[in-house]
Nanobody, 121 residues
Framework: VQLQASGGGLVQPGGSLRLSCAAS????????MGWFRQAPGKERAFVAA????????SYADSVKGRFTISRDNTKNTVYLQMDRLKPEDTAVYYC???????????????WGQGTQVTVSS
């Protein structure tokens, strides 16, 4: 499984960004997908996860109500819509895939390369 994340950039506080993660795999719908982030000097942290069908989602408390994870299995892509961004959301964002549904980064077998999100005025 190869994952390619994109969509990061510089945005002002209160702004929005949408991250995308395209998967190169024939059976994308067999994988649970997650988004994680890592700020400088900090450990990689859970952001959101989505089930194989997209019917179940999970969020970190820090992003609940502001971020939305979704997927399009016809396009082999998972998205992270980020609204009302805050400076503390600044980090490298990674997408990940696994056959288990989890908020633990150690569970995920496949990772994208990361995309930088910077929230600053």
């Amino acid at each position: 499984v190869q994952l390619q994340a994109s969509g990061g950039g510089l945005v002002q506080p209160g702004g929005s960004l949408r991250l995308s993660c395209a998967a190169s795999v024939r059976t994308f719908s067999s994988y649970y997908m997650g988004w994680f982030r890592q700020a400088p000097g900090k450990e990689r942290a859970f952001v959101a996860a989505i089930s194989r069908s997209g019917g179940t989602t999970s969020y970190a408390d820090s992003v609940k109500g502001r971020f939305t994870i979704s997927r399009d299995n016809t396009k082999n892509t998972v998205y992270l819509q980020m609204d009302r961004l805050k400076p503390e959301d600044t980090a490298v964002y990674y997408c990940a895939a696994d056959r288990a549904f989890s908020s633990s980064p150690g569970i995920y077998d496949y990772w994208g390369q990361g995309t930088q999100v910077t929230v600053s005025s």
